[in-house]
Structures are given as structure tokens and as C-alpha cells.
């Protein structure tokens, strides 16, 4: 079996149980919900606790609770750009406000990046008179670029703090 197979195969079981996702995440828990649909869509893993939870929840034989727990190929299946429309706004959104973002980050921070690792993200409903929000908070750790064979008196990382005059 492919990791796409065992994708099919949970989304079958959804739709033939009448899940929710929210069911679904309330019922294997341990985790944030975006990681536990990602995982159980094959873009992350599930610790063996959860995975165990899972197979119990869906049926899933070993093997495939086991491949549950394996490290995926992230974006594996996710044509760039993408063509589902809710997945390319968010390509869209990076696109065209990236940049200012990126600068306000290194305004803010200096060189380097915001961790898609060490990361937590919420997902919330706002209601709405004109039409319901869908609001993101996403945090992610900064990383500073590290200047390797840095002299001495030099900063060996990006971080704005450091940088000497």
C-alpha cells in the first residue's frame, strides 16, 4: 500500500461513518487538530500513541498504523501553483504580501526565517454581518541565519540584537 492508498481509504471511512474532522481530532487528540488531519492526509506523522488511536478509530491494520508513524514526503501530491482554489489563495496571499512580511520580519528580528517546525497554528470562525472571517494565527520561531566562519567581533548570527555597528 502507497501512502496516497491509506489516504483514500481514511477519507472512505469518513465519509461512510459521517465524521466530522472535529470528531475525528476530539476522538485521537494528543495534538493540534491541524496536525492530526495533516497526518491522517499523509503531510505529517502520527506519534505511536495517536497513530495507535487512529487504527483503533478507522479499523487501520498494522501496517498501516505503522505507516501512520512513518516521516512523510511533505507537499508530496500538491502541484505548484496549486489549482484548488482555497489552497491557491493561501499561494496567492504569500505571493503578493510575502514580501512586505518578509521585510517586517527582518525589521523586526534581522536575517533569517520563521520556522514552519517549530510552529503552532489555530484555526477560528469570526463571525461576520457581510460574510464570515476565517481567521489565522500562525507562530512560528525565528530562526537567524548563522554566518559561519564568522571572525571575531563579528556576529555569527542574523539576529537584529547582534548586529554590531
Not at 497526518?39 to 488511536?53: C, E, F, T, Y
Amino acid at each position: 500500500m502507497k501512502r496516497e492508498d491509506l489516504t483514500e481509504k481514511i477519507l472512505d471511512i469518513k465519509r461512510e461513518k459521517g465524521w466530522s474532522w472535529t470528531h475525528i481530532t476530539s476522538e485521537i487528540g494528543g495534538m493540534s487538530p491541524v496536525l492530526v488531519i495533516g497526518a491522517l492526509l499523509g503531510q505529517h506523522r502520527l506519534v505511536k500513541p495517536l497513530a495507535r488511536k487512529a487504527a483503533i478509530l478507522f479499523g487501520l491494520t498494522p501496517a498501516e498504523e505503522a505507516m501512520l508513524n512513518e516521516v512523510p514526503n511533505r507537499g508530496a501530491g500538491v502541484g505548484m501553483p496549486p489549482t484548488d482554489p482555497l489552497l491557491y489563495r493561501f499561494y496567492e496571499l504569500i505571493l503578493v504580501n510575502g514580501p512586505a512580511m518578509k521585510a517586517l520580519i527582518e525589521e523586526e528580528f534581522g536575517d533569517g526565517i520563521m520556522s514552519a517546525i517549530d510552529f503552532d497554528m489555530e484555526i477560528e470562525r469570526q463571525p461576520d454581518e457581510k460574510g464570515d472571517r476565517v481567521k489565522l494565527n500562525m507562530s512560528g520561531k525565528f530562526l537567524p541565519f548563522k554566518y559561519y566562519g564568522a571572525e571575531q567581533g563579528i556576529a555569527p548570527l542574523g539576529l537584529k540584537s547582534l548586529d554590531l555597528d
